[in-house]
């Protein structure tokens, strides 16, 4: 059996599963929590799928393996700008929603078939910025503010 890292992040945020989709995958919503990043995927099984800067290089890619919105997505991952983490090939991220009440409990599961991954270790940091971000802007109408912008600490 192979070896594997993993990332695995829960948190609740008081929203819909259909908004908490929406600000996961629409441009509008991830530039303001998600260092002003666009994804762009055709949102399909099969579809490929890419994160862009905001002077439009590509810091992610992949393709789109599952999609049940607003339930489930995964997503196949490579780091695209740093060539020792783009050398570990792809992970493998998943978003699971579920209505819990008046909340929504998310789970993001970010896994590579390699022990001792930096690019785990570099998604360990980073999304639990991002997250809490995105968990702000749907309670309180604000990102955090260092989450804005590309690049930072919380963004590499």
Request: proline share 6%.
């Amino acid at each position: 059996m192979m070896k594997k890292d993993q990332f695995v992040y829960v948190t609740y945020i008081r929203t819909t599963p259909e908004k908490l989709w929406k600000a996961l995958t629409e441009p509008e919503f991830t530039r303001q929590f998600w260092c002003n990043t666009a994804q762009e995927s055709e949102w399909k099984p099969g579809a490929s799928w890419k994160i862009l800067t905001p002077d439009g290089r590509v810091a992610d890619s992949g393709e789109v393996l599952e999609i049940e919105p607003p339930r489930r997505l995964v997503l196949k991952w490579r780091n695209e700008f740093r060539p020792e983490l783009k050398a570990e090939g792809y992970s493998r991220l998943t978003y699971q929603l579920e209505k819990e009440g008046k909340s929504v409990k998310l789970t993001v599961i970010h896994e590579i078939e390699k022990e001792g991954s930096k690019f785990i270790e570099a998604v360990s940091s980073g999304w639990p910025h991002i997250l809490a971000s995105l968990k702000s802007l749907l309670e309180t109408s604000e990102s955090l503010e260092e989450t804005r912008e590309w690049p930072q600490e919380a963004c590499k």
